[in-house]
């Protein structure tokens, strides 16, 4: 079921330039930190507090070089003590679940659980499900906004091609259909323009995803690539 995941991700990242992954791989690193550093100092930013340990110091630039490229973190310093966020101590897994969990928000929305299992594999403690439930939203609010954005401009290329990733469903394991839409403009620009799941590559799947996009404003399209 991994290798089925990670799939469609490289067929995102195959037909565009990966900055949308890496955008969500940089929101959701720095919502971990954040996390972290309120529980380390016993206070969110800002907040008055009788239970709090520290204050906050600043921040220190530090690079993390992921699947989708480097990302830039801003690594929270404390006044007392020291903070390294976990997911950047070696042997995590932190990169690959957090690239499963964005591959979740794409076909069906991101579950709650997903999140969970996410901030374990980042070593994340004392998150409650309250965080878990926000982080999870936010992530899906991200990716709901990205796909139902409008397409503007003219979009001569068009690449289309689909992938099968399996799901959990009603506690079954079943196969979806993924179909991505990438299109180049006329500045040779590439860029995810849609991804949609179905049951199947039938024609009523195809149609209506082709119709979404046109709804959404594409234009222009001269050449159309598929298999």
């Known amino acids: 079921m991994t290798d089925d995941r990670m799939a469609l991700i490289e067929l995102i990242e ?8 890496r955008e969500l791989l940089a929101f959701a690193a720095e919502r971990m930190m954040e996390l972290e550093v309120e529980a380390c100092t016993g206070a969110s ?3 008055r507090s009788p239970d709090r340990l520290t204050q906050r110091n600043g921040y220190r630039e ?3 070089e992921t699947r989708a490229g480097r990302i830039d973190l801003a690594i929270p310093k404390l006044r007392k003590g020291s903070y390294l966020p976990s997911f950047l101590e070696p042997r995590r897994t932190a990169e690959k679940a957090l690239t499963a969990v964005i591959q979740e928000a794409y076909v069906h929305g991101v579950s709650t659980r997903a999140v969970d299992d996410l901030v374990k594999a980042m070593g994340g403690s004392g998150v409650s499900k309250s965080q878990v ?4 939203a936010e992530i899906d609010g991200r990716v709901n906004a990205f796909l139902s954005r409008p397409i503007e401009g003219a979009w ?3 690449w289309i091609d689909a992938t099968d990733v399996k799901v ?4 079954r394991i079943v196969s979806v259909a993924v179909i991505v839409a990438v299109g180049v403009n006329t500045d040779g620009r590439r860029e995810v323009l849609g991804v949609t799941t179905g049951s199947s590559e ?4 195809w149609k209506a995803f082709l119709r979404s996009l046109a709804d959404r404003g594409l234009r222009g399209v001269k050449l159309v690539v598929a298999d």
Do not use: I, M, N, T
């Open 14 to 21: 195959k037909g565009a330039d990966g900055d949308l992954v």
């Open 45 to 47: 930013a800002g907040q």
């Open 62 to 64: 530090r690079g993390w």
């Open 133 to 136: 439930s926000r982080l999870c």
């Open 156 to 158: 001569p290329y068009l």
């Open 168 to 171: 959990r469903e009603a506690g």
């Open 202 to 205: 039938a024609e009523p799947f």
